[in-house]
């Protein structure tokens, strides 16, 4: 499970039957842990997520979730979709499925993907448990033990474990705020190919990114996608939150510009309705998604048939844009919110990303603050978000945090970062007293920041703060 | 059969490690026959103490408010017998400024350190003090946070430069840092459990991380660190380091059982005391069931020798 995307439970191990209670399986967990294949050496819980495990109190204000806001979909519009699926397809509901995915879901996902420029035929679609799926297909179709994976540093913190559960060498490329930066990444391509490596495939969200918030130029995706297609390498393209866009006009998916030759597309529900409904797709070249299609069988036979009727309900009785429309509103503030509660309590030498779109927005701290440590500061605040070195798999990201700004309601934004400021500005004063520095440094560029980090890679992006937008 | 309440959870930074200790000690005392109640500690702690009644409690929490003496104080003050050691035992054992204090102070060898709160850094110019204390410690330097389990805020500083840095680090953790001298060497671990004849010394646990250093990930998680017991060290060493865990578990006045984290320094070959966990983990990675093992005591009678132990004491006198 992923640090933040996932709510934790109790751990509902699997039954013994015959053994009555609840058996822990903690005592005899050293008898199995023989048998443990390799990989699950790089699929690790961690301090951080042990320390996110206490975020989930009634008390902490978290900005911490990946969670969009499900609390204003109307209760009686859910009843009443349900009331509709029990009626009219209750037997069918409740059956297997295809593992492909119902048609009737297929045609309300080419609607979707229509709506951002995207043509896609049913017969190039799979429907999968979440975006997340998709993901684990794709690694468990291209990985082998030791491939390279090129992602974005940061990248999406939910794909890291399965990154590593697959022991894929994963490759992190600057950001900035135009997205990744191309020209490093045709860079680091050669190098590649002169260690004699070429990656399975690239792994982006172009549009606003989750954690950096970033949106990738349509200059630098024309590239990507010609990229891709001259080294013939396959790009995943990960765009949940497309169409969350609160300011400026849309960009091409890479999807379209490549014209589904090289880019595989990743698309969810999660985000335009409800992440509880665990549906999400992916549009792929035809060999390719055969693959997948094996693969989804192995997984899980089907996607949930219950949620992809309600969905199909919904496109019938509702205009799913309603909800959009709702949501963008209810973001839009939310972002507001929360930047002019960064530019209130923030001490300089603190930058953010002004996303247009999406949940997210990613804060970077003087170097010598230690997010992860000021996390557990922060807990004593009530108050958490995401670490940054939960985006990167080379110990990267140590001052940065994520702050998702979609699930929280504007009073605890405020609140929430007025906290964080209070820990940050202690951490400030106390260095600065330590170092017998100015407490109120001018902002600099972060290359001539004064004070050795203590690892060499771990200066993160540089991406600055920007009025009006990405563009 | 006892009626056990298991002390699990909890607030601190340790609660998942704690969760998974109570698991452990829950199913145990099952399997034995006692009546287990499972306790994740919080606002109602006294309400659910009052209310279940047990006879006595199994104290599996980590770090704040369950290893610090808080929780113990309010058992004492329930009247409920529990395991392991006495509230200012714990004070002790959680604050390493105090418990190092304690060592230096009974001639126990510790690694030289300087300990500061952050109003000291803030109010009265410690910060001057840092070229003094670096030229007296040499480096690397390790930082720590005075009460915080887990090696969670503890970092090396290799040279003058880093030192700010690691402190504004483990101030996350607590109100209190210490700098202290780097021990170059082996990590030893001696778990120490009383019995009737006094508190005995269990074989020692060297452990071996395979990464740079022993961090929180190599402590709790299979595979990140190798584990010898009984560590193979030099009869006569063994033997030291034993009869060095047993003082500082007197001096510092722990009951039932505890674990003493001491060095073996490669250049010297002197042993030194790091620090004593009054209720170190019980995971299925933990050191202290390792060492139990080893020397012929099931997980089980471990448990229940613990329990006994609770049972004997009377709750009053401890201390």
């Known amino acids: ?471 | 059969m006892s009626r056990v309440a298991v002390l699990e959870g909890g607030q601190s930074l340790e609660r998942q490690v704690s969760l998974r200790s109570g698991a452990r000690v829950r199913d145990a005392l099952e399997r034995v026959g006692h009546d287990v109640i499972a306790i994740d500690v919080g606002r109602d702690l006294v309400e659910r103490l009052t209310s279940e009644r047990p006879d006595v409690a199994f104290v599996a929490l980590h770090g704040r408010d369950g290893e610090d003496g808080t929780v113990q104080e309010i058992l004492e003050l329930v009247g409920i017998p529990y395991t392991a050691s006495g509230p200012s035992a714990c004070m002790r054992c959680m604050d390493k400024v105090l418990a190092k204090h304690a060592f230096r102070d009974a001639g126990l060898p510790t690694p030289d350190f300087y300990a500061f709160s952050q109003t000291a850094f803030e109010s009265l110019g410690a910060a001057h003090a840092l070229p003094a204390i670096e030229e007296r410690l040499d480096f690397p330097v390790v930082v720590k946070p005075a009460a915080q389990g887990s090696a969670l805020g503890i970092r090396f500083a290799p040279s003058a430069a880093d030192v700010p840095a690691a402190i504004v680090a483990a101030f996350s953790y607590d109100t209190k840092v210490l700098l202290e001298r780097h021990v170059a060497g082996r990590e030893l671990a001696v778990s120490v459990l009383d019995g009737a004849d006094g508190p005995q010394a269990l074989p020692i646990v060297e452990a071996i991380p395979r990464s740079d250093h022993y961090d929180f990930e190599a402590r709790y998680e299979i595979g990140s660190t190798d584990f010898v017991c009984p560590a193979e060290l030099d009869p006569q060493v063994a033997q030291r380091a034993q009869a060095l865990a047993l003082d500082a578990y007197r001096v510092l006045g722990c009951y039932g059982f505890a674990r003493v984290d001491l060095m073996l320094e490669t250049d010297t070959g002197e042993l030194t005391l790091l620090e004593a966990n009054a209720i170190p983990g019980l995971t299925e990675t933990s050191l202290l069931p390792q060492a139990a093992e080893a020397a012929g005591i099931s997980f089980a009678a471990f448990v229940e020798r613990v329990i006994d132990l609770a049972l004997a004491r009377e709750p009053a006198s401890t201390g």
């Not at chain 1, 949501?327 to 930058?351: F, I, S």
């Open chain 1, 1 to 471: 499970m992923t640090i933040d995307e996932t709510p934790r439970g109790p751990s509902s191990g699997g039954e013994s039957p015959g053994m009555g209670r609840s058996r822990t399986t903690a005592r005899d967990l050293e008898r199995y842990a023989g048998l443990f294949a390799r990989r699950t050496q790089g699929m690790k819980s961690s301090a951080m997520r042990d320390m996110m495990a206490i975020t989930a109190r009634p008390e902490v204000i978290s900005l911490a979730g990946g969670f969009p806001d499900t609390s204003t979909f109307p209760p009686e519009d859910l009843a009443a979709l349900m009331a509709r699926v029990a009626a009219d397809a209750s037997a069918r509901a409740l059956q297997y499925g295809p593992t492909e995915g119902l048609d009737e879901l297929k045609a309300c996902i080419v609607e979707v993907m229509a709506a951002e420029g995207m043509d896609v035929g049913a017969d190039e679609l799979l429907v999968t448990t979440g975006g997340q799926q998709v993901i684990d297909l794709v690694c468990k179709t291209l990985i082998d033990p030791g491939d390279v994976v090129v992602a974005e540093g940061p990248t999406y913190p939910g794909a890291v474990p399965t990154f590593s559960a697959y022991q894929a060498d994963v490759v992190q490329i600057e950001m900035d705020a135009d997205g990744m930066r191309v020209e490093l990444l045709e860079e680091t391509l050669d190098q590649l190919e002169r260690e004699g490596r070429t990656p399975k495939f690239i792994y982006t969200v172009p549009t606003f990114h989750n954690p950096a918030g970033v949106t990738m130029s349509l200059e630098r995706r024309r590239r990507l996608v010609r990229l891709a297609a001259e080294r013939e390498l396959l790009v995943l393209e990960d765009n949940p939150y497309g169409l969350l866009r609160y300011e400026g006009d849309p960009l091409p998916p890479l999807y379209a510009l490549d014209g589904g030759e090289y880019v595989i597309y990743l698309g969810t529900f999660s985000k335009i309705l409800s992440p509880g409904l665990r549906l999400g797709w992916t549009a792929a070249p035809r060999p390719v998604l055969e693959k997948f299609n094996v693969g989804k069988q192995g997984a899980d036979l089907c996607s949930s048939t219950f949620g992809q009727l309600f969905v199909v309900e919904y496109f019938a009785q509702r205009d799913w844009r309603d909800l959009l429309t709702h949501l963008r509103e209810l973001y839009r503030h939310r972002l507001a919110t929360l930047h002019d509660a960064l530019a209130e309590h923030l001490p300089q030498g603190t930058e953010w990303t002004r996303p247009a779109g999406g949940m997210f927005v990613w804060a970077t701290l003087p170097d010598y603050i230690d997010t992860s440590d000021l996390l557990a500061r922060a807990l004593r605040e009530h108050v958490a978000f995401v670490p940054g070195r939960a985006a990167f798999l080379d110990g990267r990201g140590g001052s940065s945090m994520r702050l998702n700004f979609a699930g929280v309601g504007e009073d605890d934004l405020h609140e929430g970062v007025r906290r964080i400021g209070k820990v940050v500005n202690e951490q400030v004063r106390l260095y600065s007293t330590l170092t017998g520095t100015d407490p109120a440094p001018s902002r600099q560029p972060r290359d001539a920041a004064p004070v050795p980090t203590q690892e060499p890679g771990a200066r993160v992006l540089p991406l600055r703060r920007r009025a009006g937008g990405e563009r």
